[in-house]
């Protein structure tokens, strides 16, 4: 019985030389700094691994496309080489694309400025076979948009007069659309609606139907004052397109056309629906005399004024000294 106590005694000291040293190792690995504040990174004792995110299948694999936020949200991560969901058609690689360029990008309007032509051209860039069917192409150049003012006169007492009138909206400057073929058989009337490419949809009358009774009326004539001036054009089958990959056409601007940034649109449609578009801007620019006279009257137009009537009155007295030595 002695000797079974002396084991024991032999044991309990045994024990307590090595609690000690476990407690020192615990306080060592406790003792690690901790991970800086917003890393994301979890804090784990030596030797533990780091315990799974709520969801995730055992054995430490993540689910596919899904990661931890550091605040325990989930963050969605797509497959390498596919869009966002909800992405358009532009993704695609197979789609057909439509590459144009301009005979010129930069018109200028001096003081013999007559009118100029803009020659369109492209191709149909292709990374499949083509489609069945032959490809359509519209082509469209607009200038700046500007609200418009428009009277309508009536007979009264005798004489003409102001009757009543309204603001149109939005009118473009000048404004030509070219296509293969008539817009109605081309386009349908929901893409033409999206795009805006009829000349109908460029002229809005939206706060103009609480002015007058008609608004219509006052769009439409617009309209047709500008095409008498040759500042809207419509110009169907006017496109070439060249075995469904070639095209090409010309848009003539007027002499009264104002100057500014003109936007070039070039719509490839198939099956009446806009597959692919290239857009590009005409600057329209005075240069030379016209710009200097242009500047000088809105930065300083008492300048202007002075030498308005200088020139006239420098005018006037050569023509009255030509014709007094004419009499002689």
């Not at 019985?1 to 000291?13: P, Q, T």
């Not at 198939?270 to 590009?280: K, P, S």
């Amino acid at each position: 019985m002695i000797a079974a106590g002396l084991c024991a005694l032999l044991a309990l000291g045994a024990s307590w030389a090595v609690a000690p040293a476990a407690l020192g190792q615990g306080a060592a690995d406790d003792a690690t700094p901790p991970a800086p504040s917003g890393s994301g990174a979890p804090r784990t004792m030596q030797g533990e691994a780091p315990s799974a995110p709520p969801g995730a299948p055992a054995g430490g694999r993540e689910t596919p496309g899904a990661t931890v936020a550091p605040g325990g949200g989930e963050v969605l991560v797509l497959p390498e080489g596919r869009g966002a969901p909800g992405e358009d058609a532009r993704s695609d690689p197979d789609r057909e694309r439509v590459v144009a360029a301009l005979s010129h990008n930069q018109v200028s309007i001096t003081t013999t400025y007559a009118g100029s032509e803009i020659f369109v051209f492209g191709a149909i860039k292709r990374n499949a076979p083509a489609r069945t069917g032959e490809p359509d192409v519209i082509v469209t150049i607009s200038g700046p948009s500007a609200p418009v003012t428009v009277r309508r006169k009536a007979r009264m007492f005798g004489v003409w007069a102001n009757n009543a009138s309204t603001v149109v909206d939005a009118a473009p400057s000048f404004y030509a659309v070219a296509s293969t073929g008539p817009l109605r058989d081309v386009l349908s009337a929901t893409e033409n609606l999206r795009h805006r490419i009829a000349l109908d949809s460029q002229v809005r009358t939206i706060g103009a139907a609480s002015d007058v009774a008609d608004p219509d009326a006052f769009r439409e004539a617009v309209i047709r004052l500008r095409r008498a001036q040759g500042l809207y054009v419509e110009a169907p089958i006017e496109v070439e397109v060249i075995e469904s990959t070639l095209f090409t056409t010309h848009v003539a601007l007027p002499a009264n056309i104002v100057e500014g940034d003109y936007v070039a649109r070039v719509f490839l449609v198939h099956d009446r629906q806009v597959i692919d578009l290239h857009e590009t801007v005409v600057g329209v620019r005075k240069v030379g005399l016209e710009r200097w006279l242009f500047a000088l009257s809105r930065e300083a137009p008492l300048q202007y004024g002075l030498l308005a009537l200088i020139v006239a009155l420098a005018m006037g007295w050569g023509a009255s000294e030509v014709f007094r030595l004419m009499r002689r």
